[in-house]
């Protein structure tokens, strides 16, 4: 199970930070990252890390902007995102994946997901 946290209402240029902890079935997953569905879009990669940390990937988009840190020891990968553009406003879905294929997830469909947490950017 995926939980994320964290969305809401900010201004351009402004930063939030999403939260997503795994537990059951995901806990230990070796991939963990981040979606994002705006309104009348398909579901795009944004960001994922993998096990170690020493890999990560950014959607062009976010590159510079946001950074996808985990914590291992509490299972959980956070979405730090600064200067935000209204472009950024979606729902952003927290995935994790075993990684047994590969692990970057941009290549993949993730194996498992959390519920949506919207993020807005007023202009």
């Known amino acids: 199970q995926l939980q994320a946290s964290g969305g809401g209402v900010v201004q351009a240029g402004g930063s939030l930070r999403l939260s997503c902890a795994a537990s059951?079935?995901?806990?230990?997953?070796?991939?963990m990252g981040w979606f994002r569905q705006g309104t009348g879009s398909e579901r795009e990669f944004v960001a994922s890390i993998n096990w170690g940390g020493g890999r990560t990937f950014y959607a062009d988009s976010v590159k510079g902007r946001f950074t996808v840190p985990r914590n291992n020891v509490k299972n959980t990968v956070s979405l730090e995102m600064n200067n935000l553009r209204p472009e950024d406003t979606a729902v952003y879905y927290c995935?994790?994946?075993?990684?047994?294929?590969?692990?970057?997830?941009?290549?993949?469909?993730?194996?498992?997901w959390g519920q949506g947490t919207q993020v807005t950017v007023s202009s």
């Open positions: 059951g079935r995901t806990f230990g997953t070796t991939i």
């Open positions: 995935a994790a994946d075993r990684g047994l294929i590969t692990d970057d997830m941009r290549a993949i469909r993730p194996e498992y």
